[in-house]
């Protein structure tokens, strides 16, 4: 968000499907919340498993704030290297989720 560099969008747009999917209709829906926070939570424990980080600065090495950082991001092709992979693997761990 911002090339600040923060949590993953790819882990961002996952937890909002599963936010829409398990996620409250109210404020007083607490079991639905919980089976919600439940899930985003595997979801960021498997991810971070895979990659080490959730976090976009640690994932691409690059700091996107900079001309430098998004040269760098072009030039290594870190989209087409590596934020591929991130993409997949979220969408991955989303379908499982959603599966149980």
Known sequence: MGRRGLV???IT???MALSLKYGRKTLGEMEN???CMAKVQQLLKSF???FGSTLCRELTNCDLTTAEGRQKFKVEQ???K???RY???AM???LNLTRE
């Open 87 to 89: 993409v997949a693997e």
């Open 33 to 35: 919340y919980e089976k």
């Open 13 to 15: 747009g996952a937890v």
């Open 92 to 94: 991955r761990i989303l």
């Open 82 to 84: 590596k934020c591929a």
């Open 8 to 10: 993953c969008g790819a």
């Open 48 to 50: 971070e498993e895979n």
């Open 78 to 80: 870190i989209r087409e």
